[in-house]
């Protein structure tokens, strides 16, 4: 069964304290990974997408890496204006295979 | 662009009732998503749409109805709504990109029945 599990589900950092977080995969076929950003009320936004094992992207503090079995989000030296769920999808298969993580709580404090 | 937009941002409904959820976009794109989060999982896929007139059902269809006249409105019908119902509902607009679909979502609508 084609599954995406984020951990940890919630992430408390000082502001400046660099972490990861982890998006674990287990699809048939992976054809695309996705990072976004969800603030409180509001809708994901759209952050990253991975392709391919070994395959990095960056925005501003951020930094998503892809392998076979899982992707992490790099944050280095986090800002309150970070804090925010951040989710992780896996394409599957056609449009409507796309499977959600649960999303990681992140909490940045100054 | 206004992007993907959504009415309306609350509501209640009673069992038993109906209602609309709207939803638009106004980035051209051929592909249209409704999901339903809650607490604890991850978003989860209602029924979705690949142009005007084409419409699937998700992994979660039960109670739900969908239409896709145009390619810019994606309106959800609730058809008699139960408290299992109760969650918050987002809208995506999406186009093909490499082997996958970045998607852009609305807002939300966070539905209470009671």
């Known amino acids: 069964e084609d599954q995406v599990t984020q951990s940890p589900e919630a992430l408390r950092l000082q502001e400046g304290e660099s972490s990861s977080l982890n998006c674990s995969y287990t699809?048939?076929?992976?054809?695309?990974l996705f990072w976004y950003r969800q603030d409180p009320g509001k809708g994901p936004e759209f952050l990253f997408t991975?392709?391919?094992a070994g395959e990095e992207k960056e925005k501003e503090r951020l930094k998503a890496t892809l392998t076979k079995k899982e992707s992490f989000l790099h944050i280095t030296a986090p800002k309150p204006e970070d804090s925010a769920t951040y989710l992780c999808?896996?394409?599957?298969?056609?449009?409507?295979?796309?499977?959600f993580g649960a999303g990681t709580r992140l909490a940045v404090h100054p | 662009n206004a992007g993907v937009t959504q009415t309306p941002k609350f509501q209640v409904l009673k069992t038993g009732q109906s209602m609309t959820l709207q939803c638009a976009q106004d980035?051209?794109?051929?592909?249209m998503s409704w999901y339903r989060q809650d607490p604890g999982m991850g978003l989860r896929l209602i029924h979705y749409?690949?142009?005007?007139?084409?419409?699937d059902q998700g992994e979660v269809p039960n109670g739900y109805n969908v239409s896709r006249s145009t390619t810019e409105d994606f309106p959800l019908r609730l058809l008699s709504a139960a408290p299992s119902q109760t969650s918050v509902y987002f809208c995506?607009?999406?186009?093909?990109?490499?082997?996958?679909?970045?998607?852009?979502f609305g807002p939300g609508t966070r539905l209470t029945v009671t």
């Open positions: 995506a607009s999406s186009y093909a990109t490499g082997g996958g679909y970045e998607q852009y």
């Open positions: 999808a896996v394409q599957a298969g056609g449009y409507n295979k796309l499977i």
């Open positions: 980035m051209n794109h051929e592909y």
């Open positions: 991975l392709y391919s």
């Open positions: 699809v048939s076929g992976l054809r695309g």
């Open positions: 749409s690949v142009g005007a007139g084409i419409t």
